[in-house]
């Protein structure tokens, strides 16, 4: 099975900053990769699918890139309502489908 | 609009059967097009795949729950169901439904909480 690995685990940025997430994956996904956002309490949001491409009504300031294994989500100009954790997907020879293990983004 | 809403019991005994429903409006679930998970988040911890279920009733499960996971369709119904057996504490989480739309969970319940606790 593949195996994903996100990095960090958590982060804390100003409000204006430039947040980038990583996604390593065990072995070549091409662009199989999905990001989503879960903000406390709720269910999970998908934002970008297809590794870069930004879901209908999603802000353009969450932007995605990568392929291979190597895979960068970035938020620019952090709001804070971006305060959630982001988790990447992984789905190129499903099943199983495998999450990376998450990263924290906090307001400094 | 499409939602999903799970429901079933919020406290189940060690050793029994965890039984959640995922009730589908918005959308028929008689679409070829899509699958429909389970995706379950312990307390604290990331997300986890559970397995997911056709119209046709063809199923994928994960393979470390494999053994003791049931995943069933009623198209009648619009529902799709998850049974989890032989239940531990380490089966305590929030339990999500979910549509996969290829490899996309693109619309999700709004999770149910199942505690494991006698």
């Known amino acids: 099975d593949i195996q994903m690995t996100q990095s960090p685990s958590s982060l804390s940025a100003s409000v204006g900053d430039r947040v980038t997430i990583t996604c390593q994956a065990s072995?070549?996904?091409?662009?199989?990769l999905n990001w989503y956002q879960q903000k406390p309490g709720k269910a999970p949001k998908l934002l970008i699918y297809?590794?870069?491409t930004l879901k209908t009504g999603v802000p353009s300031r969450f932007s995605g890139s990568g392929s291979g294994t190597h895979f960068t989500f970035t938020i620019n100009s952090l709001q804070s309502e971006d305060i959630a954790t982001y988790y990447c997907?992984?789905?190129?020879?499903?099943?199983?489908?495998?999450f990376g293990g998450g990263t924290k983004v906090e307001i400094k | 609009q499409l939602q999903l809403q799970e429901s079933g019991p919020g406290l189940v005994k060690p050793s029994e059967t965890l039984s959640l429903t995922c009730t589908v409006s918005?959308?028929?679930?008689?679409?070829?097009?899509?699958?429909w998970g389970w995706i379950r988040q312990s307390p604290g911890q990331g997300l986890d795949w559970i397995g997911s279920?056709?119209?046709?009733?063809?199923?994928y499960y994960s393979p470390s729950l494999r053994s003791r996971v049931t995943i069933s369709v009623d198209t009648s119904k619009n529902q799709f169901s998850l049974k989890l057996t032989s239940v531990t504490a380490a089966d305590t989480a929030v339990y999500y439904c979910?549509?996969?739309?290829?490899?996309?969970?693109?619309?999700w319940g709004q999770g149910a909480l199942v505690t494991v606790s006698s």
């Open positions: 997907q992984e789905y190129d020879n499903l099943p199983p489908l495998t």
């Open positions: 072995q070549d996904i091409s662009n199989f």
């Open positions: 979910a549509r996969l739309a290829g490899g996309d969970l693109d619309c």
């Open positions: 279920v056709r119209n046709n009733g063809n199923t």
């Open positions: 918005g959308d028929s679930i008689n679409s070829s097009s899509f699958f």
């Open positions: 297809d590794a870069s």
